[in-house]
């Protein structure tokens, strides 16, 4: 997207380092910033005096968005809901879209704004040619945060300027430390320590958290999540006892207690029986998976055996895959070579030189034991 004609743009802020370098950038650019921080939970209220104080040394607007009763509602009960039926969710990849954008998006309606913004590393693509928006990959390496955003829609991608999308998040922090940004209590932003993914679990752990929403918000019956159980080989003998389904997820190796000297995985979870199956590596891997519930980006849609990059979780590289779509909607992916531990609830996103081009969920029939 390019910043011609500057005009008003809001910001999301943080009150970390990206997104109050992000401030500075567009004012340099020529744009009227206003900024809005959104209340997602509880925790989000740590950070509420950081940001009024960039805002301040910014000598911009800031507007405070309570959106906790929509966070709560679809992203805490999807987490909840998602980790007791046996997958692996990915809080962000809902939040960005459901939530995050489309409070910036109103809130920019409301204030006249054009475009709204925020410090995240990735780049938006214009395909002319094809009439669509796109992520794709900039220089940030590790940080690159496309695959958290491939859920965004087409009219959320045409109004979003991504100001660091030439960045890496060394040179973000040399900028904060040049401008001399400071957090409420005097401390240089660019020290500040990065935002972790599940921004609403403090220090207590996933485990707990669920453990504590379950207990105050039910079904109470998926408490049974957290009760020891058998630890099965794949032919169903007991070879050890784990400490509640809750705390495993496809692939680990860890955590568990068995009666071998074996390097074991997990493969799955059989909740009537209270049994964690595990296997040797070469049970994790998968040639071919199902992804269900597809958006596309770079793409309108996919052609039956086309040639894609595909990335199964976001630690993950890229790899080369053919996708196949199916008359109900699903996406078969074949891969190359068989990628390690997808995990049903994650996401699969498809890349063509960098470029998101779709993206979908990972089913649960994909890793079924």
Same mark, same amino acid.
């Given at each position: ?7 008003? !743009? ?23 910033? #206003?900024? /809005? ?21 910014? @000598? ?19 987490? !909840? ?11 962000? !990849? ?17 204030? @006249? ?5 925020? @410090? ?51 040179? /973000? ?17 660019? #020290? ?9 679990? @403090? ?152 470029? #998101? ?11 079924? /034991?």
């Amino acid at each position: 997207m390019t910043t011609e004609s500057a005009g008003k !743009v809001l910001l999301g802020m943080s009150g970390g380092v990206d997104s109050s370098v992000a401030c500075f950038m567009l004012q340099e650019q020529g744009f009227e910033v #206003i900024g /809005v921080t959104l209340l997602t939970n509880p925790l989000s209220l740590d950070h509420l005096d950081d940001v009024k104080a960039v805002a301040r040394q910014a @000598g911009i607007r800031l507007l405070v968005e309570d959106v906790q009763p929509r966070f709560s509602n679809l992203i805490i009960r999807d987490f !909840v809901e998602a980790y007791t039926s046996g997958r692996t969710p990915n809080p962000c !990849v809902l939040c960005n879209p459901a939530v995050k954008f489309d409070a910036l998006e109103s809130v920019a309606d409301q204030e @006249g704004c054009g475009y709204f913004a925020t @410090g995240h590393y990735a780049a938006v693509r214009h395909f002319a040619d094809r009439g669509r928006y796109a992520l794709t990959q900039t220089d940030a390496g590790q940080k690159d945060q496309t695959y958290f955003m491939y859920r965004l829609s087409q009219k959320q991608l045409s109004r979003l300027i991504l100001p660091l999308s030439g960045f890496r998040k060394e040179q /973000v922090r040399d900028k904060a430390r040049t401008l001399g940004l400071a957090a409420h209590d005097g401390q240089h932003l660019s #020290i500040k320590p990065d935002s972790q993914d599940n921004c609403f679990i @403090g220090k207590e752990g996933y485990a707990d958290y669920i453990r504590q929403h379950l207990e105050t918000h039910g079904p109470a019956r998926w408490l049974q999540l957290f009760a020891p159980g058998p630890v099965l080989n794949p032919d169903g003998e007991e070879i050890g006892r784990h400490r509640g389904l809750i705390h495993y997820t496809t692939g680990q190796r860890k955590g568990f207690d068995v009666k071998t000297t074996e390097r074991l995985f997990v493969l799955g979870k059989q909740p009537e029986r209270n049994a964690l199956i595990v296997g040797s590596y070469d049970r994790v891997k998968r040639t071919t998976i199902t992804v269900v519930d597809p958006v596309y980006s770079g793409l309108a849609r996919i052609e039956p055996g086309q040639r894609l990059m595909a990335r199964i979780r976001n630690s993950a590289a890229p790899v080369p895959c053919e996708v196949v779509p199916q008359p109900d909607g699903r996406i078969e992916v074949n891969f190359d070579e068989a990628v390690a531990a997808p995990a049903a609830g994650q996401s699969c996103v498809f890349y063509d030189r960098g470029c #998101i081009m779709a993206g979908g969920y990972i089913s649960d029939e994909s890793v079924t /034991v």
